[in-house]
């Protein structure tokens, strides 16, 4: 049986324009401020690292851009923070950097001396108001500026250390909203795009600007000017877009495709499409080993186009931390010991003759040629000129053919 409830009956508090309770949203910014506050590390030498708030003293300077909240950093504080997180991820976003902007005036302590395009955009607007307008004026919502606009910043989170990657076909519909870390290996990236967050309007008869924040890949433009005063003398103003007064973001395109060893007997590789924005582009190149974490979600669009979709979605991960496996990895895990069994395994006498043997073993004999080949996989040396890493110096060719020919020439004598 179905039941209806009308707002007359007063069982649910009325919701903010948000859709949200705000009780329980302030609760939720409480903590995150709390967080970022509040959380210290300790140095050894019996003083606090404050690690978020010098974090936050860069970024109020414009020194740093992405803020990395670590979510073993939470779970130290708040462990049932953590599962929220992991599981609405994109809301803790948007409460996180509410957070930082409040938290901001408090740690600028001089002025910002490199200033771009826009912060002098809004600055001449901001100037423009206070001349024009009256204090107690209310301003129109549609022309307030939008906190994305204002934002210099950026907010991502690192997932838990215990949280093991999953494989790209285990990713499914379950996962939607949550937290996903995934393995794979590139093989395919675009180039680096701006992309528009805040489209900024102007209206050829009042003047007024109306700002657009724009959360999918694809948008629908605004046409009528929604001013109070165009509205009231019915002249039917028409928006233009602004791009000096838009906000812009880096934005890239990644392809990412199970390792082989993942996939199972008789199936093709599953691939995932992954979206990176601001600070985590430029992170990989076709061919990297890449452990990506982001948020699975819907590609939602817009017009006639959501139509044609009908109830299927296609989808996509937003990239909050990206890591090749074979450096950043490596360098975090830190070099592994080698057990006591493979330290017997090195001390043997024949240990040589065993790696020589192990290439190619399906080829009977030519010992001399795999040893030759095994001197030319571990004889090389580690070369880093300006800081891109590349193969080692390896034997000649000659010598190759050299080793060769002695050991056909052996060969055949023993034959």
């Not at 740690?107 to 107690?136: C, F, S, W």
């Amino acid at each position: 049986m179905c039941q209806f409830y009308r707002k007359e009956q007063g069982k649910y508090p009325p919701p903010t324009e948000r859709g949200k309770y705000p009780r329980r949203e302030k609760g939720k910014s409480g903590k995150c401020s709390k967080f970022l506050l509040e959380f210290y590390t300790d140095t050894g030498l019996g003083k606090k690292h404050f690690k978020y708030a010098d974090q936050l003293v860069q970024i109020a300077h414009r020194e740093q851009i992405a803020l990395y909240v670590d979510l073993d950093d939470v779970a130290e504080e708040d462990p049932e923070l953590v599962d929220s997180i992991c599981e609405n991820t994109r809301r803790y976003v948007s409460l996180f950097a509410d957070a930082v902007q409040e938290l901001l005036p408090r740690y600028k302590q001089r002025e910002v001396a490199n200033k771009d395009a826009l912060d002098v955009y809004i600055e001449h607007r901001l100037m423009m108001e206070q001349r024009t307008r009256d204090p107690g004026e209310v301003r129109d919502a549609q022309n307030q500026y939008p906190q994305e606009l204002l934002r210099r910043f950026e907010v991502y989170f690192k997932p838990p250390s215990a949280v093991k990657p999953k494989v790209i076909r285990d990713v499914k519909a379950e996962s939607i909203g949550k937290l996903v870390t995934v393995r794979g290996i590139v093989t395919r990236t675009t180039e680096v795009k701006p992309m528009m967050v805040v489209a900024t309007y102007t209206c050829d008869q009042c003047g007024a600007e109306t700002y657009q924040p724009i959360q999918s890949p694809t948008f629908m433009p605004l046409i009528m000017c929604p001013s109070r005063e165009c509205q009231t003398n019915k002249s039917g103003g028409r928006l233009y877009l602004q791009s000096r007064g838009s906000k812009f973001i880096k934005f890239q395109e990644i392809k990412v495709q199970e390792h082989s060893d993942q996939v199972p007997v008789g199936n093709i590789p599953r691939s995932m499409t992954v979206y990176s924005r601001g600070e985590n582009t430029r992170l990989a190149q076709p061919g990297d080993h890449v452990t990506i974490t982001g948020i699975f979600l819907p590609l939602m669009r817009t017009g006639f186009r959501q139509v044609v979709q009908g109830l299927l979605s296609e989808t996509y991960l937003e990239a909050h931390r990206i890591s090749q496996m074979n450096k950043s990895e490596d360098d975090e895990l830190g070099p592994q010991e080698l057990s006591e069994e493979e330290l017997r395994q090195i001390t043997e006498e024949d240990f040589y003759e065993k790696l020589a043997a192990s290439i190619a073993p399906e080829i009977y004999g030519h010992e001399d040629v795999k040893k030759a080949l095994l001197l030319l996989l571990v004889g090389g040396v580690d070369q880093s000129p300006k800081g891109m890493k590349i193969r080692g110096l390896m034997w000649s060719s000659p010598a190759l053919l050299r080793v060769i020919r002695f050991g056909a020439v052996s060969g055949t004598e023993g034959g």
